[in-house]
């Protein structure tokens, strides 16, 4: 693929809120270093904004999604394309670069949540400390957290189980502080979040770049894990965790 299509490739995804953040980052660096870009971005924007503007979003019915499918080149359209199936038109167009793009950028990618999550768990690995409170104690650590999120993770002890608590730190995914507890298994670290069900990931099995995650369900809450561990010894770790008090 050359230089300048995958360039653009990755202006929009940016555009289309699909990366991480350091991937996010490495795009704005992109974008501010050639006036091509910069200007397909400004000009994109400005695309996005009229839309909204002139066409708020409607619900859509069964006849309209036949009518755009016609538009698009299933069938020759017999007259002219209004203005709001044309704008349907260019958001399907979007949809379906978006996914080329998605595919391109990971081999097996999540979901936005599970992308931020494995570059929160990888940054706090090459920080001088993977954690904000070191502590092998769950009592210093739970409440530690108080104040700092709208969340209070449970935090259980499992040395027994072979998983050492090592103490916590504060991440922001998707725009919202949340808590990380951070446990052991050998040389191998597992972070750990949670969140409303609602807010947290719909699905399991996942892997991104390497990183292993599993998850879990308590009570209104969505507990996922993140570690470079097997995904064997990942789900017995989310078993001792969903088991214990």
């Known amino acids: 693929m050359q230089t300048e299509q995958r360039d653009t490739l990755l202006l929009h995804a940016y555009l289309d809120g699909e990366l991480g953040v350091s991937e996010s980052l490495d795009a704005e660096r992109v974008i501010s270093g050639s006036d091509r870009l ?5 000009a994109l924007r400005q695309l996005k904004a009229n839309l909204h503007q002139k066409l708020p979003l409607e619900s859509v ?14 069938s020759a359209p017999t007259q002219r394309p209004s203005w709001a199936a044309l704008a349907a038109s260019i958001v399907l167009a979007a949809g379906i670069s978006s996914a080329l793009t998605a595919n391109f950028l990971y081999e097996r990618r999540g979901d936005a949540l599970y992308v931020e999550s494995a570059d929160s768990h990888i940054r706090a690995l090459m920080a001088a400390s993977v954690v904000d409170i070191a502590s092998s104690e769950r009592h210093v650590v739970k409440p530690w957290f108080n104040g700092k999120s709208n969340y209070a993770p449970k935090v259980p002890d499992l040395s027994a189980e072979g998983f050492p608590l090592l103490g916590g730190r504060l991440d922001v995914i998707q725009g919202v502080p949340v808590p990380a507890l951070v446990y052991g298994r050998r040389q191998h670290k597992i972070s750990v979040w949670l969140a409303d069900a609602s807010r947290g990931p719909a699905a399991d099995g996942r892997s991104i770049n390497g990183t292993n995650f599993v998850v879990w369900r308590s009570g209104d809450l969505a507990y996922w894990a993140a570690s470079d561990l097997s995904p064997t010894e990942l789900t017995t770790f989310a078993k001792a965790f969903a088991d214990k008090p």
Request: glycine share 6%.
């Open 38 to 42: 910069a200007k397909e971005a400004a």
């Open 61 to 74: 019915s069964a006849d309209f999604v036949a009518r755009v499918t016609r538009h698009v080149g299933v």
